[in-house]
């Protein structure tokens, strides 16, 4: 092995140089954020259509930080987010990655499972006597 493949090292998942140039300037990892798979944005959109058919929600939003990724629901544009769905893969181990926040901070559901999460969003059926 060459000095020059000893030097490379994985980091972070990005490979980075040791080795140092006097004219190149030193390279920054590209930082990595944390966002919704395909499964999970379909899970997550099938309930949020059949809330928007009901006449509910109106808009959303999808914000992707280091850390977590949120999709936040609103009655209207204009307003706090209704509800934000969260994806915090630090929480994973314990309480589970996916949680429903609503707009006063409350956490009404929080697990492993993003399907059950989403149940919180179902309507209860009331059953009558007739």
Same mark, same amino acid.
């Given at each position: ?47 949020? @259509?059949?809330?928007?058919?009901? +006449?509910?929600?109106? !808009? ?7 850390? /977590?990724?949120?999709? &936040? ?31 006063? @901070?409350?956490?009404?559901?929080? +697990?492993?499972?993003? !399907? ?7 309507? /209860?059926?009331?059953? &009558?006597?007739?």
């Amino acid at each position: 092995m060459s000095e020059a493949e000893e030097s490379l090292s994985m980091r972070g998942g990005s490979v980075q140089s040791t080795y140092s140039s006097p004219s190149a300037a030193p390279s920054k990892p590209v930082p990595v954020s944390i966002s919704f798979n395909r499964r999970e944005l379909n899970q997550i959109l099938r309930v949020y @259509g059949r809330m928007v058919a009901d +006449g509910e929600w109106r !808009d959303y939003a999808m914000d992707f930080h280091k850390d /977590k990724a949120i999709f &936040s629901i609103f009655r209207r544009t204009s307003e706090m987010p209704l509800y934000r769905i969260e994806k915090d893969p630090k929480n994973a181990r314990r309480q589970g990655a996916y949680s429903v926040v609503a707009a006063g @901070g409350m956490i009404l559901k929080r +697990g492993h499972d993003l !399907d059950k999460v989403l149940r919180v969003f179902e309507k /209860k059926r009331h059953l &009558s006597l007739v």
